[in-house]
């Protein structure tokens, strides 16, 4: 075997084993994007199991909200409100001093 023969014999081993640990380094890679990616999943449904607790909890307030909005009519401002709420509960009170 010439020295030419040799070296090429070197060269294409020395590529075979860059090219081998090219691929395993891909390989790795791809399985940690895989399993990112599947944490990622399962945060996303996790997710999407609170947001549909919380709308439940929402349509509770927004019917409250309603509520308390038929309550006050056009008021508007704090001490609006606060005064429709003393005019509730006077209402409330002078009904349970009729009662006794």
Known sequence: ???????????VTVWTVI?????V?????????KSSLDRINHILESAEHFTEGVETVGDGVKAAASSL???LGRRSGPQKIVN???????VE??????RK
């Open 69 to 71: 909005m038929g309550l």
């Open 19 to 23: 090219f081998i640990g090219l691929g």
């Open 93 to 98: 009170s002078s009904k349970s001093r009729r």
């Open 25 to 33: 380094a891909f390989f790795i890679l791809l399985k940690s994007i």
């Open 1 to 11: 075997m010439s020295i030419l023969e040799i070296v090429l014999v070197i060269m």
């Open 84 to 90: 429709a709420i003393r005019d509730i509960s006077s």
